[in-house]
C-alpha cells in the first residue's frame, strides 16, 4: 500500500498530464474547478489517468457523482437541497463538503473538490 505522500505524488503527477499546469500549483488545498482549472471534459481524463496509475477501478459516477446533481428529487431551484447533501455525503466519504454545504449551488459543486478529495478517494481504494 502506498503512503499518502507517494498517493499525493502520483495524483499530482496525473492533475500536472491531464490540466496542463504546473507542479507547484497542485497542493492538497487546490481546487480542481477553481484553482487548477479543469472542466468536465477533463475529469474524465482525471479519471483514467488515476486508474491507470494506481492500477484501480473507478465505476462511473464514484468520484464525480453528477447524477445527484442532475436529479430533480435533490435540485431546487439550482441549489442541492438537505437529501442531496445527505446522498453526496453518503456517497463521497473521501470529499470534505462542509464550503459547498456553505452555499449548495449546483454550479459550486465542481469548485469545492480540492486535490486532497482525490487523495481521500485513491487511498480509500488501494
Known amino acids: 500500500m502506498p503512503s499518502k505522500e507517494e498517493v499525493f505524488e502520483k495524483v499530482r503527477e496525473s ?3 491531464a490540466l496542463g499546469v504546473d507542479d507547484d500549483e ?3 488545498a487546490a481546487t480542481l ?16 489517468r488515476l486508474e ?9 459516477g464514484e468520484l464525480f457523482p ?7 428529487d435533490y435540485v431546487v431551484d439550482g441549489k442541492v437541497n ?8 453518503k456517497r463521497m466519504p473521501f470529499a470534505d463538503l462542509s464550503k459547498f454545504e ?3 449551488a449546483v454550479q459550486e459543486f465542481a469548485t469545492s473538490l480540492t ?9 480509500s481504494k488501494v
Open 15 to 17: 492533475l500536472v498530464d
Open 26 to 28: 497542485v497542493t492538497p
Open 33 to 48: 474547478v477553481g484553482d487548477l482549472g479543469a472542466e468536465s471534459i477533463d475529469f474524465l481524463d482525471i479519471v483514467f
Open 52 to 60: 491507470k496509475s494506481f492500477d484501480i477501478k473507478i465505476p462511473r
Open 66 to 72: 453528477e447524477d445527484i446533481l442532475t436529479n430533480s
Open 82 to 89: 438537505a437529501e442531496g447533501l445527505a446522498e453526496l455525503k
Open 102 to 104: 456553505e452555499n449548495p
Open 115 to 123: 486535490v486532497q478529495d482525490m487523495c481521500n478517494y485513491v487511498e
